[in-house]
């Protein structure tokens, strides 16, 4: 009893039938009868499909917790859940591997580039030349634009590892152009997967 209490058992829920268990408690009732064998390491496939929001946290929150004592193996295309979860990746495309690094070192890797997405008050024209007036600033593209609130969205790219935003912020101030959001941008794992495995195909066209 008290190794289903550590798996989020209630006592009530402790006396049901397995069939009368939801989709989530069936998958924690599982997991508690795997490691009640005190393995060394947990291979889990897709462990979140077809839970609700609910049951979805109740098993990424267990994961989590298995992940302290133990070596926990996760197989899945839900990448975000990927990124959560783990501190470690491999990606595989095509029976071969294109990735393999510390989930930190990988968004490094793939974020050479600081990015700033920004939505000035201002023309192109203008915050554009600010901008590329400023030391560091690799590149400005145009992003969005309304003419009707005289807007104008950009994507930034600096030097890795620069703040530019300070200088940003002063620059356009001295231009009377009024800085309404500043966010970084940094490849999703998403994004990521997308990249090696479209290098990984093109690639291999090449080489067909």
Known sequence: MQFLQHFMFT?????NYIYKLSGGERRRLQLCTVLMQNPNFLILDEPTVGL????LTEIRALVRKLGEKLTVII????LSEIAELC???IILSE???VADDDMAELEARMNPETTLRMTVKADEAG??????????????????????????TLQVTTAPDTDLRDEIFFAM?????????????EQSLEEIFLSL???KSKNKEVND
């Open 127 to 152: 915050a554009g030349a600010v901008l590329k007036s400023i030391e560091g600033v690799n590149t400005v593209t145009k992003l969005s634009e309304s003419e009707a609130d005289g807007t104008v």
């Open 52 to 55: 609700d929001p609910q049951q």
């Open 95 to 97: 029976g071969h591997v």
């Open 75 to 78: 197989s899945s295309h839900i």
């Open 197 to 199: 495995t479209a290098k």
């Open 11 to 15: 006592p009530l829920q402790q006396q």
């Open 87 to 89: 501190d470690h990746v």
């Open 173 to 185: 101030a001295e231009r009377r152009y009024a800085v309404l959001s500043t966010e970084t941008v």
